[in-house]
Structure formats: C-alpha cells, structure tokens
C-alpha cells in the first residue's frame, strides 16, 4: 500500500464546474498535509495546506480533511482551463524529522 | 527574488559517466531537499540536509551521494549513473522541511 494514494485521472470537467481531488494516506499519526500544482515540465506549486479537522477555503481553493478517514481533498470552484495540471497530494510522515511524502499525482483537465 | 537554482537543466549522459547536478538556494533555508520524479510513482526524496554538515537518506538513496559544505548549496553526485536513473530531479529548500514552497525548475536525466 502507498503511503499517499491518489487518483490518477484524468478528471476531465467542464469550465465553470467544481473540481474535486481526493487523497488517502495510511500514516494515523501524519498532522500536516498539502496540496501542489504542477504544470507539465514544470516544478510543483505549493497552493494549500491544512492541519485541521474541516475545511480551509482559499479563494476558488478548498480543501478538506477528515483525520479518522485518513482523507484530504481539494475542491476548485468555478473551473477554468488554467487549472488544468497535475494535483499532488503531499503529506508528512510522523516520527522523526519532517518528511514530505507525495502522491502520484491527479491530472486535472478543464475543457471550455 | 527568492529562488532556487538548478543546473544543469537538461543532461544526456552515458552510463558510468560520473556527474553532479547542482542546487542552490537564496534565502538562507537550512532545510534542503533532492526528489525524483517517474511516471506513476510521484516525487520521492533522494537525500535531504538539515543544515551545513548535517544530511541524510530519503527513500530512495542507492546510486547518489550528496554533500552540504555551505548553507546556500546542495550539490546530486551520481558517481556512477546507470539508465535506471533516467527521471527528473527536483531540489527544494525550506526553513524547516514540513512544507516544502520553493522548488528549483528541475534537470531532466537521460542515461543512456
């Protein structure tokens, strides 16, 4: 099992439409996670955090964590084909010093 | 403008060939961080570095030495590559490691 799983898509949806990522992890004692995009050929963009039970809202940028399901998503309201890229999911691991361990990645693609 | 650097950007190499990729960081981070990324498996740590001195093994460390002599620098040495080590590497620094924000632009590998 990986230690942060995700959906590699693509997640195809139409302009104007929420865009909704998701991610797993099997680490109970992990407290930080974040999302990144990353733009073909690019390096990836750190675009939200979060370290709470809830939802944190950020612009179009939603995300979400529920720590017993072991499940964070990101949620991008009002769609636009700029935003298609690739969604990583990063979380770091407990124990030790910090570790950002990533996902594969969902491919994100907003069609006009 | 904060930054980090990479070079070279694109390398083609023949196995055996020893090379080094450099990293350099402007903000005085004393976290700094090397990744690979393959198709499907996502970014993995290589090696990370605390502070001046101070590194050690991601997860993925066979094939690569590093080393930290001064605080901005944060040089990948593949003393004897091989084309398993074909991929993209990314170097990322931060103050503490927990969330990564600045990535360099990366440096395509091709080892033939």
């Known amino acids: 099992q990986k230690e942060v799983e995700q959906n590699s898509g693509p997640l195809s949806v139409p302009e104007g439409a929420i865009a909704s990522l998701n991610c797993t992890y099997s680490?109970?004692?992990?407290?930080?996670f974040f999302w990144y995009r990353q733009y073909s050929g690019k390096s990836p963009e750190l675009i939200m955090f979060i370290y709470s039970n809830g939802d944190k809202e950020d612009g179009r940028f939603t995300a979400q964590l529920n720590k017993a399901s072991q499940y964070v998503s990101l949620l991008i309201r009002d769609s636009q084909p700029s935003d298609s890229a690739t969604y990583l999911c990063a979380v770091v691991r407990s124990g030790g010093y910090n570790k950002l361990i990533f996902g594969a990645g969902t491919r994100l693609a907003v069609h006009p | 403008e904060a930054q980090v650097t990479q070079n070279p950007r694109y390398l083609i190499t023949v196995t055996g060939k020893k090379l080094t990729v450099t990293c350099s960081q402007n903000?005085?981070?004393?976290?700094m961080s090397w990744y690979r990324q393959d198709p499907g498996l996502g970014l993995r740590q290589i090696y990370y570095?605390?502070?001046?001195?101070?590194?050690d093994k991601g997860d993925v460390p066979e094939g690569y030495k590093v080393s930290r002599k001064e605080k901005r620098n944060f040089p990948l040495i593949l003393e004897s590559p091989s084309p398993n080590q074909t991929s993209l590497y990314f170097c990322?620094?931060?103050?503490?490691?927990?969330?990564?924000?600045?990535f360099g632009p990366g440096t395509r590998l091709l080892v033939l």
């Open positions: 903000m005085n981070h004393e976290y």
């Open positions: 680490d109970r004692g992990s407290q930080s």
């Open positions: 570095s605390m502070n001046v001195e101070v590194t």
């Open positions: 990322a620094s931060s103050f503490d490691g927990g969330s990564l924000k600045y």
